[in-house]
């Protein structure tokens, strides 16, 4: 392998592994404040996309974007206030196959209200068929986009949890429920919050992602398992590991297809999944001891 | 009654029940219909798996399609596979002395020479629980959402292999898989053998209703209930609760691996779309709909709920439906529809009015 194609490779690696560090990231945010692994996560980047794309059509791309992801988080809002909040203590096997029945239900909406046609967004900065060269390999302006939003949402979101108040008192929730409530945070409006930035930044990802992999109204659920790897991967909960995490699959996927057909890539991230499961599921990161005491 | 005779009556209610729907539906011409019932008495195989192993051991588990597919996929590949080039080896000839390799015709009067399907069902069962116990013995150490996503990876993986590779047909399949012969009976899609299939399926049913029904009875059925409620307690108790756990998962896939195998001789081939992750969530929504731990309201929410979806009343929300009775069950009546408050009452009187004892008095009984 030369060094162009290398380069190539490796660049399409974090991109995609960017996009399943982002989805990761969704889910340790919902996980972080209320314990519950969204299996919708992945249609909250379809539904940004769809939205997107549609708004596209009459309104400049920041508006459009910018309207999707305010839509995607009402229906994250929307998925809290109906679905979630009044539960009182549900066994987690009940909320599993709540937020399973609530993908569906999202994808199967999606096929109602558009179709079941791929659909695209324009491109941020030229069309599909300008090329940058870095280093010799040739990339889409829109990698850089990915690239850039994807790293400016982790640096927002990591500024936002230290910084703000909302962003502490959510981390509060998360480190300690019960304390957290004795000092006057509210923690079912976290919990609300925290469904709304899975949903937004869910959103973001799906509109920049829309150009270089198409939208579909059935992409979620593939989204979600990788992303859902990447969080196990890096330790679920730690946003910061599953960058990384993120990054590491994504080459470890880029870098397959050079010895495996096509077909089974899908089946390479699910099976890294299924290892670590198995054999660490504290996730690369994590601590052992420590989530042997969660109940997962 | 003699409590042992007690409690063959349902079983015996059941049997009454399939020939009286076949000889209405037949009365009044619309034989038809057998051909939905018969495919979901198959698909009720692999819910009556899936409710031993949620409802009784507690375990969710979203890959019950990727079983149903090994089965399926076995016996169509050995069923189907083309041995003529090698028909004048002497292993060729030997197994087919035995009757493990036969001859038929195709359509076109060509001669095929492949695998006899019972020989297919033999291997599909033990493909099925080589694979069980490998991926049962670590999945069944996770619990909760791991154990749900670990599932859900294995029933994808399944799917991806079947999707990619050419010798499962790909998108398309495998067709041209044969009947299965059955003591002068054959399971196929012929419409003259529409009856006859209707009762073996069904026959079928009862006798893993049977045999569940056996199991929920005996010192393993109280050892899982005793799982399901807690861990720690049963294993505290002298229970070994990973042996127990690990056999149920086995057998749950053996059901669905035989409502596969039996299913593709029925329609006379295999798909990968049974292989997909919403067939496994629509299994997990028939359980639910039942109530977890109610064999028979899991079979009869599967013979509706299948009935329905396969004459298409569903239409193209055929798969919202199932997502949205998730839902309405697990947000309103995790106990099961037929244990709301309402339904709850009617059936304690109807029990009161046949005098069966049952679970009658004992109320709401916790499972999630």
Avoid at chain 1, 148 to 155: D, F, K, L, Y
Avoid at chain 2, 199 to 222: D, E, Q, T
Avoid at chain 2, 285 to 293: F, L
Wanted: hydrophobic share 55%; glycine share 10%.
């Amino acid at each position: 392998m030369s060094f162009d194609q290398f380069f190539q490779y490796f660049l399409s690696g974090i991109t995609s592994g960017s996009i399943y560090a982002i989805v990761a990231i969704g889910f340790n945010i919902i996980y972080n404040t209320t314990g519950i692994i969204n299996f919708a996560q992945g249609e909250f980047l379809i539904l940004g996309g769809m939205i997107g794309i549609s708004l596209s059509s009459f309104l400049p791309i920041p508006l459009a974007i910018a309207a999707a992801v305010v839509i995607t988080m009402g229906v994250g809002a929307l998925i809290d206030f109906l679905f979630i909040r009044w539960l009182k203590n549900p066994p987690v096997l009940r909320l599993v196959i709540i937020t399973i029945g609530l993908s569906i239900l999202i994808r199967e909406s999606m096929l109602h209200v558009w179709d079941e046609k791929v659909r695209t967004l324009r491109h941020f900065t030229g069309t599909e068929v300008s090329s940058v060269k870095i280093l010799g390999a040739y990339i889409s302006p829109q990698v850089l986009w990915v690239l850039g939003i994807s790293a400016v949402i982790v640096i927002a979101l990591s500024l936002f949890f230290r910084l703000t108040l909302v962003g502490r008192a959510m981390r509060a929730c998360a480190d300690n429920r019960s304390a957290a409530r004795l000092c006057g945070i509210r923690a079912s409006r976290m919990v609300t919050f925290s469904f709304m930035l899975s949903a937004a930044i869910g959103a973001l990802a799906g509109c920049v992602i829309s150009p270089l992999t198409q939208t579909q109204y059935n992409m979620g659920s593939g989204l979600a398992i990788k992303g859902f790897t990447v969080a196990i991967l890096g330790g679920l909960g730690n946003s910061t590991a599953a960058v990384i995490a993120g990054l590491i699959l994504g080459l470890l996927e880029a870098f397959s297809i050079a010895v495996m057909p096509l077909a089974y890539i899908d089946a390479v991230s699910i099976a890294v999944l299924l290892v670590i499961l198995f054999f660490r599921p504290s996730g690369l990161f994590g601590d052992r001891e420590a989530s042997a005491l969660k109940e997962f | 009654m003699h409590p042992r005779l007690r409690k063959y009556l349902p079983i015996s209610g059941m049997l009454l029940l399939v020939v009286a729907v076949q000889l209405i539906v037949s009365a009044s011409g619309a034989n038809y219909y057998l051909t939905q019932l018969t495919m979901s008495a198959y698909y009720s195989l692999v819910i009556l798996g899936l409710c031993l192993l949620m409802g009784y051991a507690g375990q969710i588990s979203l890959g019950q399609a990727g079983f149903f597919a090994i089965g399926g996929y076995s016996s169509a590949v050995l069923t189907t596979i083309d041995l003529v080039p090698y028909s004048a080896s002497e292993l060729v000839v030997a197994l087919k002395r035995f009757g493990i390799v036969v001859e038929r015709q195709d359509l076109y009067g060509n001669t095929l020479l492949s695998f006899a399907p019972w020989l297919a069902f033999i291997a599909a069962v033990i493909l099925t629980v080589c694979i069980a116990v490998v991926i049962g013995i670590p999945v069944i150490r996770l619990r909760g959402h791991y154990l749900a996503m670990a599932t859900l990876g294995f029933g994808l993986i399944i799917y991806r292999i079947v999707l990619g590779t050419g010798f499962l047909g790909e998108a398309d399949g495998i067709t041209g898989v044969p009947g299965f012969p059955l003591f002068g009976w054959e399971i196929s899609g012929s419409l003259s053998r529409r009856i006859s299939n209707y009762y073996i399926a069904w026959i079928v049913v009862l006798l893993a209703v049977l045999l569940a029904m056996n199991l929920i009875r005996s010192r393993v059925g109280r050892a899982l209930r005793s799982i399901h409620g807690s861990e720690e307690a049963a294993r505290a108790m002298g229970i070994d609760t990973a042996q127990y756990k690990l056999a149920t998962f086995v057998l749950s896939a053996v059901f669905a691996s035989v409502g596969g195998i039996l299913l593709t001789h029925y329609n006379g081939g295999i798909g990968p779309s049974e292989v997909s992750s919403m067939k496994s969530v629509r299994y997990v929504a028939i359980v639910a709909v039942g109530g977890m731990d109610n064999l028979w309201g899991a079979l009869l929410m599967s013979t509706v709920l299948n009935f329905l979806s396969l004459r298409g009343y569903f239409g193209s929300y055929d798969d919202a439906v199932f997502a949205a009775i998730l839902l309405v069950i697990m947000l309103f009546f995790p106990d099961g529809l037929l244990r709301a408050p309402g339904l709850r009452n009617l059936a304690n009187l109807g029990r009161k009015l046949l005098s069966f004892p049952g679970r009658a008095t004992k109320g709401k009984s916790g499972n999630g």
